[in-house]
Structure formats: structure tokens, C-alpha cells
């Protein structure tokens, strides 16, 4: 007799019993029924053949092959995905066969970056066959973004093929029939598949739909995109079994205000998962920023109060972003404290290390942080940075540094961050000579008393 059991279809928990809160991830009302198909009982060997037993090979003779990999046509999109490195002739971007999942909040750019990615690859000098498959729009809508994206002339060459349909069986027979050089399967939560009970986005459906593309991809040697949308939590919307089932698991995340656009891989079978690529969205989709270094920087070489340079890294690379700082008095009892793209408590914490060691008196005032360019910090190398910054507007004078590296401790002590000379020579090709960090002197206070000869 088929057995049941019950599946949460937020984080993919699986029990015996029904739960109207699951165990595993706090989310209520997500358990979904599951029939399991009776298994066969066997022997010992179950279904292998003991004439026909696998020999395992020593890792000395198993062969290296250098994965081909196919060019997105964005260098900022193909460091991502990474490069395959041991022959010289090494080549970054798609792995064949690999299947790579792109997440992100709705309406970030998935599909446009994707259909950019799609019509490059299917233009008249790359002459590759991609299909788009799109479970969320039409065709008409696609045609339409791909005449935004590269006018109705250009069209007229491509191989790009485009099918709309929810039925994931239709699909693979279409894929399997077609066999393109690259498919775009947008969403994995719109396709479903009439044999099992359900609706699309839940969790025996999406298991069911990525098994089919993997299924896909591994035995044509084929690459796959996948699109995943992600709930406002942050996680990817249905459950993290998804994101085991593919090789590559990529997050496009973004500023709504400023258009910037940051492409992570967080899990990649085939490159580094350190490396970032950074877009802007503009008219006619999305732009690669290869110049980043002044992308994070406001254009004006004069100084003013309140600014100053940190050095992160993100990857292997380092990225000069300028840090403003604005404080004024305060007239509430709990004055505010505002950063954008720094985390709060950092923030509290930093200002609380400024009033207490570096003398400074902020604890009467609002303090806004913000970085330019909309780039999330989570590197305490901008600590230095930050706190001069608010101190530099709360004195209201500019800084005599312009570029600041290095950490704060609780004691109000400077640290020296990894990979500092490599941020130091950085900031000094553009022009910051000069740089403050842990090198400056050893405490907050001393470089506060160097710079402002303040008494303390
Ligand atoms: P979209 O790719 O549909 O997002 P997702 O697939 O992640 O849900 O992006 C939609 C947004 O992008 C929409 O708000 C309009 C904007 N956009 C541009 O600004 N320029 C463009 O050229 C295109 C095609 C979209
Ligand atoms: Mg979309």
C-alpha cells in the first residue's frame, strides 16, 4: 500500500505527521501531503549485479579534462561563474552541462539580464541556438524587452528560440527535441507537471521540474539557467533542497534607487563563490561596471567634511567606496542613527567607540551613514573609514586623509586587515596618497589627535 507523508513546502521538511507549524523552519500552515511509491523489496546486492560490480579508479590515473566553458558575453558575469584554470588557455563563463540557478528578489532583473545573456549568445557572429523557456510571460512580452534591449533590426538574425508554457513535461520533450546550445528555464516556481497533485512552486513540484532540467542538462551535456524567485526572507522561495540539486547557485541583488545591480555566486560546483560582478540597470537592460573603482565614488575632488575612502574587498578584487557621514544635534530623546549600507549595530557600535575613546561627544546627535553607489558593506576593514568620516562632520572640517583602512576594536584600537598593502597600493593608483589605517598610529584617539589636534 502507497504510504503518505508530509512535506513542508517552505524549507523542504520532511515528517510523518502533519504539522501546522514546521519544526525545522517556524513557518505555519506549510505541510503538504505526499504519496510515497512503494519500494521493492531486495537482497543483499538490491538491484546491482554482482557480476557487474564498479571498480573504484586511483586518484592518480583519473584524468583531468578542462571544462569548456561558453563566454555569457559579460566579463563581470563570466568571473563569476569562474574560469578553468589548469591548461593556459583558460576560459571563464558556462560550464556545459552545469546547471545554474539565478535568484533574487522579483523585478531585479532576472530575466532581462538573462534575455540579454540569451540574444548575445544567439546573435549573428556567436550563431548558438538558445531556447528561452518562459513560464511567465508571453512571447509577445519577450519580443517586447528584446526590442528594448537591442532594436527590432538585430532580431531579425538571432537564433533565439522562445517558448511560453507552464507544463514542464512539454518543455524537456521540447528541449530534448530541439537540442539548443544553452536553455533559460524562467521560473522554476511557474512550471508544474500535470502527474503529480499540487500546485506549481511547491515542493514535490519544483523537486520535480529541476530533476527533469538536471536530468536534462547531465545527459545532453547541455547548460541550463534556472530562474528562482526569493521570498522577502531572503531565502530562495520553496525549498533549499534547490539549491542541492544544482551546480551553481547565483543571487542578483540590488539598490531599487540607484539601479546597481550585484551578481554573487553563493554555492558554484565549478569557481570561486568570492568573486562579485556589478551592473547597472539602464533603458536598455543592464550594463556591466568595469570601471568600478570610481563607480563607488562621487565625481569631485574637492574635500569636504564628512567623506572619506575605504578600500574593501570583494573577491579578489579591491573597491575603493567613499563613505559620507552627516551629523547634526539631535532634538529627540533617542537620537537617530540611519546607515545605509553599513549594518546598524556596527554603526552603534562604532559611534559608541568614538564617544567613549576617541573623546569625540556623539552621543546628543543623529548620525546618518550612507555608501555611494548602494554597495552593502559587511567588511570591518570600513571601520576606519566610517568613524573618521563622523567624526570629520561632527568637527565640520574635512580630512586630511582622504582614504581610510582598517578595523576598530572594543578598546578603541586600530587593526591592520588582511590584504592591506594590496588596498593601500589601490588606493594610491587612484590618486590617495597618504592612506590612514592601523599604520597611522594605535589607537582611534591618536589619529583623531593627529589629524584635528584635539586634546583628549
Ligand atoms: P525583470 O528582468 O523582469 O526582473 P525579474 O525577472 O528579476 O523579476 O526586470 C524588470 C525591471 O527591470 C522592471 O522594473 C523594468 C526594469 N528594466 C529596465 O529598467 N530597463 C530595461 O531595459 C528592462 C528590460 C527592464
Ligand atoms: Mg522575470
Known amino acids: 500500500m502507497a504510504k503518505t507523508k508530509y512535506v513542508c513546502s517552505s524549507c523542504g521538511y520532511e515528517s510523518g505527521k502533519w504539522y501546522g507549524r514546521c519544526p525545522e523552519c ?207 526572507e531572503g531565502i530562495v522561495a520553496g525549498p533549499m533542497l534547490l539549491s542541492h540539486m544544482v551546480d551553481t547557485v547565483l543571487y542578483l541583488e540590488g539598490d531599487q534607487l540607484t539601479g546597481t545591480r550585484i551578481l554573487r555566486a553563493y554555492k558554484n560546483r565549478f569557481g570561486d563563490t568570492s568573486e562579485v560582478g556589478i551592473f547597472v540597470m539602464e533603458e536598455k537592460g543592464l550594463t556591466q561596471i568595469q570601471d568600478v573603482e570610481g563607480f563607488f565614488m562621487n565625481k569631485q575632488d574637492e574635500k569636504v567634511p564628512g567623506s572619506c575612502v575605504a578600500v574593501v574587498m570583494e573577491g579578489s578584487r579591491p573597491l575603493l567606496v567613499e563613505l559620507q557621514a552627516l551629523v547634526v544635534p539631535s532634538t529627540l530623546s533617542f537620537p537617530r542613527r540611519v546607515s545605509t549600507g553599513l549594518a546598524d549595530r556596527r554603526l552603534e557600535l562604532l559611534l559608541a567607540v568614538i564617544q567613549k575613546y576617541a573623546k569625540v561627544p556623539v552621543e546628543r546627535m543623529d548620525v546618518f551613514v550612507n555608501i555611494v553607489g548602494g554597495l552593502k558593506i559587511s567588511e570591518t576593514a570600513a571601520d576606519l573609514a566610517a568613524a573618521v568620516s563622523i567624526i570629520s562632520s561632527f568637527y565640520n572640517k574635512p580630512l586630511p586623509h582622504r582614504a581610510a583602512i582598517g578595523e576598530i576594536g572594543l578598546l578603541g584600537e586600530l587593526k591592520i586587515v588582511p590584504n592591506l598593502d594590496k588596498r593601500i597600493r589601490e588606493a594610491e593608483k587612484f590618486g590617495f596618497q597618504n592612506v590612514l589605517s592601523a599604520k597611522s598610529g594605535k589607537f582611534l584617539y591618536n589619529v583623531v589627535q593627529n589629524m584635528y589636534g584635539k586634546k583628549s
Open 26 to 232: 517556524s513557518n505555519w500552515n506549510t505541510f503538504e501531503e505526499v504519496t510515497v511509491p512503494d519500494t521493492p523489496k531486495k537482497g543483499r546486492f538490491g538491484s546491482v549485479n554482482p557480476s557487474q560490480l564498479l571498480t573504484p579508479q586511483k586518484i592518480s590515473s583519473v584524468k583531468l579534462i578542462s571544462e569548456s566553458r561558453v563566454s555569457t558575453g559579460f566579463e563581470e558575469f563570466d568571473r563569476v561563474l569562474g574560469t578553468s584554470g589548469f591548461s593556459e588557455k583558460s576560459s571563464a563563463g558556462i560550464v556545459a552541462g552545469s546547471i545554474i540557478l539565478l535568484s533574487g528578489d522579483p523585478g531585479i532583473g532576472k530575466s532581462t539580464i538573462l534575455l540579454q545573456l540569451a540574444l548575445g549568445l544567439s546573435d549573428a557572429v556567436h550563431k548558438k541556438t538558445v531556447l528561452y523557456i518562459t513560464g511567465e510571460e508571453s512571447e509577445h512580452q519577450i519580443k517586447m524587452r528584446a526590442t528594448r534591449i537591442v532594436g527590432d533590426e538585430e532580431l531579425g538574425n538571432s537564433n533565439l528560440l522562445i517558448l511560453s508554457t507552464t507544463d514542464i513535461d512539454m518543455a524537456a520533450e521540447v528541449m530534448i527535441a530541439t537540442k539548443p546550445d544553452l536553455v533559460i528555464v524562467d521560473s522554476v516556481q511557474t512550471l508544474a507537471t500535470s502527474q503529480l497533485p499540487g500546485f506549481a512552486g511547491s515542493v514535490p513540484q519544483i523537486r520535480y521540474v529541476t530533476t527533469r532540467v538536471v536530468s536534462f542538462a547531465k545527459t545532453n551535456n547541455i547548460p541550463v539557467f534556472l530562474v528562482g524567485h526569493v521570498t522577502k
